[in-house]
Every structure is written in C-alpha cells, then in structure tokens.
C-alpha cells in the first residue's frame, strides 16, 4: 500500500498562482501512475491532472489545461500541482491519488475507480 499526504493548499487572490504537493510514503512512489482530483462544495470530485508512472505522459482536464502542470520527483516520493491563472471556480478541496493500474491507464487516467490510494485533501480557494 501507499499512503498519501497533500499540503500546499491555502487562500489566493483570482489570477494568483499555488503550487501542491504530495507526498507518497509505503511501497514504490515510481510504480505509481498518480492523479489530482478536486471536489468543490456540493459537486462531484473531478479530475484535474494525471501523470504516468514513468512521467512520459501527462493528462488533464480541459478546464485546467494550460494553466496547471503536473510534474514528479520520484527520488523524493512527491508529485506537484503547479497552478497558475487561479480562477474563482478552482476552489476546491484538492486530492493526490495513487494506481497501480498495469493496463490501458491511457484510456481510463480520468475515472475515480481507476485509483485505489486516496490522501485526504486540501483546501484551495480561491477569491474574486
């Protein structure tokens, strides 16, 4: 198993930019396709950002292209969210995920299902 924690979540002005982390601590970070969902208050969590264990790929959501950069430090068991251009409609708890999934990642990086390790969020908002 692998567990999960975010931090780098807080108050920032619209057009203001935040930078999470997350940090995996258990088995191997690198084996480890990982993801950030958000979930904003009374919605669905959504995806945000993913990135392949071997970090040759990234995927992301359309509302976020361009503006947010999923990178990983695999010596150092962490994965960022870089988020530039924060809009008011960012605010949202943000949650790392974990898979292990071996197959077909590329087709299923944006469903919740796909990933089996969970941190417990953090919080982002963001003003007008």
């Known amino acids: 198993q692998v567990q999960l924690l975010e931090s780098g979540g807080g108050l920032v002005q619209a057009g203001g930019s935040l930078r999470l982390s997350c940090t995996a601590s258990?088995?191997?970070?690198?084996?480890?396709?990982m993801a950030w969902f958000r979930q904003a208050p009374g919605k669905e969590r959504e995806f945000a950002a993913a990135?392949?264990?071997?970090?040759?790929?990234?995927y992301y959501a359309d509302s976020v292209k361009g503006r947010f950069t999923i990178s990983r430090d695999d010596p150092n068991n962490t994965v960022y969210l870089q988020m530039n251009s924060l809009k008011p409609e960012d605010t949202a708890v943000y949650y790392c995920?974990?898979?292990?999934?071996?197959?077909?990642?590329?087709?299923?990086?944006?469903?919740?299902?796909?990933?089996?390790?969970w941190g417990q969020g953090t919080q982002v908002t963001v003003s007008s």
């Open positions: 995920a974990a898979s292990d999934r071996t197959y077909y990642f590329a087709s299923y990086y944006n469903l919740y299902s796909t990933y089996a390790y």
């Open positions: 258990g088995r191997t970070f690198s084996s480890y396709h």
């Open positions: 990135i392949r264990r071997s970090g040759d790929n990234t």
